[in-house]
């Protein structure tokens, strides 16, 4: 038996005990009880509410055309009159002149959009015998319940669920680690690059603070790729440099490959995957801003390397450079490069009778006046004291400036005395060097500087490190002081002389001054919603939060609480439900992370369950030999969620599904897709997928015999013969295939495309039908991530940027 509210009673007593027509049908279903069902969210628009009502009802919900004698101009005063969507096809006009409908007292007008005086109008007329059209997001919907009704349902957008996946309130960490690499000033405008993610390489994602007041207020930058999608994770800036109106910060990408982001205005960055000038041997270890553009640095096996670009999109390599091995930093005044690196000299050295000779390296500076084309090197004599290698190499107020540790010592025997400092050497032109003056502390960790002034952080006590400034080179001040737990990454100076400095603490993002807390969406709290099941009168979400192992559960898809999950760190890969109950797997947290895996009957209060060491589990499945768990070359197969059987698997699985008396798991082999299967997850035989697929599969879905595998990019793979042989199916051009579950009519994909979500519908897995899912107000691109069925609809989750989003609706038909 399933239990109503009384509002649900009365809407299906309404609706079967009075005439179709009838006004108080219209006007109770579409305002009353779209109003009263409890426990629908505030959130919901009008028109979702009206569906619900209408649902409860027992009425189909279909979209299509307005009545014809409702369109025209003949629309009645006080009528809403919403814009025509641009995916509806204009309506052909009649031939006969529109005749005036003189609009009936029970008619039901629904709120939509404003409306400009350009567009058709509408006027929306509610009839349970011939339909409801209700007007929400610029799109016409109707309700229907008659052999005449419109085809084809219609697609709700999906609704912010901050709220409805509440991180852990008790928690004491953000569970993400962060850190900003990078730092630089041009100007008021200070730029700080860095990575927030959950500690698992190629996972994280690529962060930008900007500040346009010299540091005193800060904002997170917008990032995102040529083509307006959102920039794919795993991308590490390192470098940044720019001012007036150009910048440009360079990385790596998971595959160790370089990346450059450019920026007019240091708020919205664009992601530019760079060509042949850059190759995966490269290391570019700096930076800098020239009068034609922007000069970078580097090595590759032992020969220095410098690359020149005009805008930071196009790069020119400068290869064959003589006599240096590697450049490690680098530093413009107009024209003019400077940079420091390393070369091979050779050393003789005496052992016993014999002359021992053998190459070191050495280091030293260059100067380049062509971009960096050719090189001379330049000499800065020791000092005031000085010694060893220089440190740091800026532009400040004097010109080209570097530093050099410093001692003297003093007395005689018992009074000796040794003092350290720092001394700094300065440049007009980058040829010739003097020392400019010296500065007390010992032990330089970070030197920076533009022209508005120079910066230097040297060590203090305990692990504490002190700050000088300097104006002009040759006086020094203090400057405040950073922690002990800091490690810097960056240091730079704003137009005002006020060092800014960039960093990690333990595993937060550091700016030196700076709450990061109180910076509008530069701190978020770890939440991840990796998987959603469906069991008896029960929907469970699981994933992770603040470090560790999260369970969302919802009777209804809608109202979301946390169940009770006994205190892990780590996080869940996946959730099935299956004679014996519930089952979540994912991974605990720490050094090597070991497997885990947790228990439920009723998907309310959850218990650690024994698993076997070994990988993490990815994916996990009911079939008819029990449930079955895959991880990275292992499968475990267990038929009371006590006792657990291992088996090997030649690959990387990322997903496991139950077909026809089979389990069947994808993923990849290497970097190659690959498919298994095996008749009851002891024993797994390698299937052939087609020729020509370079992607791995990431998901599967079974539907009696048929499956449907996909991969990340726009390729879908179907078998009907559960799982033995496959054939490749395209699902459309430009798609980012993110989900894919089975339904009643057949099967359905979530993807992305340019930042918007779309989903896609097939009978079979051949012919697909395209729905594009209206988005959230606001910028910023939105995806649906884990998509499942629950009754007659889908069930999906995603993210708006970093804002959790939950997405129902009727299931295409």
Do not use: C
Request: charged share 20%; aromatic share 6%; net charge positive.
């Amino acid at each position: 038996m399933t239990a109503r509210s009384p509002e649900q009673d009365e809407a299906r007593l309404t609706a079967e005990g009075e005439p179709a027509g009838s006004r108080q049908v219209r006007r109770r279903l579409t305002f009353g009880v779209a109003g009263d069902i409890a426990g629908m969210p505030a959130a919901l628009s009008p028109w979702q509410r009206a569906y619900e009502a209408w649902r409860t009802a027992g009425l189909d919900w279909g979209h299509g055309a307005p009545p014809r004698e409702l369109r025209g101009e003949g629309t009645s005063p006080g009528a809403v009159r919403p814009e025509s969507p641009p995916d509806v096809p204009e309506p052909a006009e009649p031939k006969p002149a529109p005749r005036k409908v003189k609009r009936d007292p029970g008619d039901v007008l629904v709120a939509g959009p404003p409306k400009p005086a350009s567009m058709r109008r509408f006027r929306v007329r509610a009839a349970v015998g011939a339909g409801l059209a209700v007007v929400a997001a610029g799109t016409i919907f109707a309700v229907s319940r008659g052999e005449d009704a419109p085809d084809g349902p219609g697609t709700p957008a999906p609704i912010a669920a901050d709220a409805l996946f509440a991180a852990d309130p008790a928690a004491t960490t953000d569970g993400l680690v962060q850190e900003l690499t990078a730092i630089a000033a041009g100007g008021r405008t200070i730029v700080a690059a860095g990575t927030e993610g959950d500690g698992v390489p190629g996972r994280e994602r690529a962060r930008f603070l900007v500040s346009t007041d010299a540091g005193r207020v800060w904002k997170v930058a917008r990032i995102r790729t040529a083509d307006g999608a959102t920039s794919p994770a795993g991308d590490t800036p390192r470098l940044v440099s720019g001012t007036s109106g150009r910048w440009v910060a360079l990385g790596r990408t998971p595959g160790g490959g370089t990346v450059a982001w450019t920026s007019e205005d240091a708020g919205t960055w664009t992601r530019r995957p760079l060509g042949p000038a850059f190759t995966p041997s490269d290391r570019v270890n700096d930076l800098t801003r020239t009068a034609q553009g922007f000069v970078a640095v580097g090595a590759a096996t032992d020969r220095a390397l410098a690359w020149s670009s005009a805008d930071g999109r196009a790069w020119q390599r400068i290869d064959g450079i003589r006599g240096i091995t590697g450049l490690d930093r680098v530093a413009a005044s107009g024209s003019v490069v400077v940079a420091h690196g390393t070369y091979a000299r050779k050393v003789a050295k005496k052992r016993g009778r014999k002359k021992v000779t053998r190459t070191v390296r050495g280091d030293g500076l260059w100067r380049s006046a062509d971009g960096g084309r050719t090189w001379t090197a330049v000499n800065i004599p020791q000092a005031q004291g000085s010694y060893g290698p220089t440190k740091g190499l800026v532009v400040g107020p004097g010109g080209f400036a570097t530093v050099r540790e410093g001692s003297r010592t003093t007395g005689r025997k018992k009074h000796r005395r040794t003092t350290r400092f720092g001394v700094l050497f300065s440049s007009a032109d980058g040829r010739t060097w003097q020392a400019a003056s010296r500065f007390g502390g010992s032990g330089i960790e970070r030197f920076g500087g533009t022209p508005s002034g120079l910066a230097v952080l040297v060590r203090g006590a305990k692990g504490a490190h002190v700050i000088l400034r300097s104006a002009d080179g040759r006086t020094w001040q203090p400057g405040g002081g950073v922690a002990a737990p800091v490690r810097g990454s960056g240091l730079t100076v704003a137009a005002g002389g006020a060092p800014a400095i960039s960093g990690r603490r333990g595993d937060d993002a550091y700016l030196h001054g700076v709450d990061l807390r109180t910076v509008p969406g530069a701190v978020h709290a770890e939440r991840s919603i990796r998987s959603l099941a469906t069991g008896p009168a029960l929907s469970v979400a699981v994933g992770g939060s603040n470090g560790g192992a999260a369970i969302w559960t919802a009777p209804d898809g809608r109202q979301w609480t946390r169940a009770q999950v006994p205190g892990t760190g780590g996080r869940l890969a996946d959730v099935v439900h299956g004679p014996r109950g519930w089952l979540a797997v994912g991974r605990a947290s720490g050094a090597s992370p070991a497997p885990l895996a947790l228990t439920s009957q009723d998907g309310a209060a959850w218990q650690k369950a024994v698993f076997p060491a070994g990988p993490p589990p990815a994916a996990a499945a009911t079939g008819p030999s029990g449930y079955v768990v895959v991880g990275s070359r292992v499968a475990w197969r267990s038929a009371d969620l006590r006792t657990w059987k291992r088996a090997g698997l030649d690959g990387a699985p990322s997903d496991v599904t139950a077909a026809s008396g089979k389990y069947v798991a994808v993923g990849a082999r290497g970097r190659a897709p690959a498919v298994w299967t095996s008749p009851d997850g002891a024993t797994w035989t390698a299937a052939k997928p087609p020729a020509g697929l370079t992607a791995p599969l990431t998901h599967v879905a079974a539907r009696g015999n048929v499956l449907v595998a996909i991969a990340a990019n726009a390729t879908a793979l179907v078998s009907t013969d559960a799982g033995t042989t496959w054939t490749q199916r395209a699902l459309g051009p430009g798609l980012t295939a993110t989900a894919v579950t089975p339904t009643p009519q057949g099967f359905a994909v979530t993807a992305t495309a340019n930042g918007n979500t779309t989903v896609l519908s097939s009978p079979d897995g051949t012919s697909w039908r395209r729905l594009d899912v209206p988005a959230l107000p606001g910028p910023g691109d939105q995806r649906l991530t884990v998509l499942t069925t629950m009754g007659p609809d889908l069930l999906a989750t995603g993210w708006k940027d970093e804002t959790p989003i939950l997405w129902r609706a009727p299931i295409p038909r």
